[in-house]
T-cell receptor
Framework: SQTIHQWPATLVQPVGSPLSLECTVE??????LYWYRQAAGRGLQLLFY??????ISSEVPQNLSASRPQDRQFILSSKKLLLSDSGFYLC??????????FGAGTRLSVL | GNSVTQMEGPVTLSEEAFLTINCTYT??????LFWYVQYPGEGLQLLLK?????DKGSNKGFEATYRKETTSFHLEKGSVQVSDSAVYFC?????????????FGTGTRLLVSP
């Protein structure tokens, strides 16, 4: 069966520090991968998606970037975090079906 | 563009009460509609879905009917339990959004007390 892993589960970082969040999927190949953010008191916003290795599409301009160095690995990064980057980050995947499967999320606090 | 509008929360109910969470959407074409649930401290899980007009999605006692004429997909449950306390998200995909991209509502928090 397929599983999706995200880490770390929680992260506290100072303003201006770098960020790297990792997501991996097991049990499938060439999935579509997604990064979402859920800011406090707000809904989910799609940040990036990827349909293959090295292929990244950005949905909103921001201080973040994404990369897909391997087929089942999706990384969310920032060179310098802002206070407004705080939130709950969710990775998701799908393949073929019109259903997305989500990881457990990373709660990021930028102080 | 495509959008989803959900009722504001939190919704506070006593155990065994009837639940309705309203969801309406704006989309071109024929989107698929979803309800996702997020339990405390966890990611999202698909609760139910409907892919065409008049379809009814159902799971764990929850139901929602795809109403194209009113562009709605309201979530209902006849008798809620404390364990149903969570945040519920309505979402759509398809149409102008593109097959693989989900557009979410802002979420509605449900609190069920014993």
């Amino acid at each position: 069966s397929q599983t999706i892993h995200q880490w770390p589960a929680t992260l506290v970082q100072p303003v201006g520090s770098p960020l790297s969040l990792e997501c991996t999927v097991e049990g499938t190949s060439n999935p579509n991968l997604y990064w979402y953010r859920q800011a406090a008191g707000r809904g989910l916003q799609l940040l990036f998606y990827s349909v293959g290795i090295g292929q990244i599409s950005s949905e909103v301009p921001q201080n973040l970037s994404a990369s897909r160095p391997q087929d089942r690995q999706f990384i969310l990064s920032s060179k310098k975090l802002l206070l407004s980057d705080s939130g709950f980050y969710l990775c998701a995947w799908n393949k073929g079906k019109n259903i997305q499967y989500f990881g457990a999320g990373t709660r990021l606090s930028v102080l | 563009g495509n959008s989803v509008t959900q009722m504001e929360g939190p919704v506070t109910l006593s155990e065994e009460a009837f639940l309705t969470i309203n969801c309406t959407y704006t989309a071109t074409g024929y989107p698929s509609l979803f309800w996702y649930v997020q339990y405390p401290g966890e990611g999202l899980q698909l609760l139910l879905k409907a892919t065409k007009a008049d379809d009814k999605g159902s799971n764990k006692g929850f139901e929602a009917t795809y109403r194209k004429e009113t562009t709605s997909f309201h979530l209902e449950k006849g008798s809620v339990q404390v364990s149903d306390s969570a945040v519920y998200f309505c979402a759509l995909s398809g149409g102008n959004t593109g097959f693989q991209k989900l557009v979410f509502g802002t979420g509605t928090r449900l609190l069920v007390s014993p």
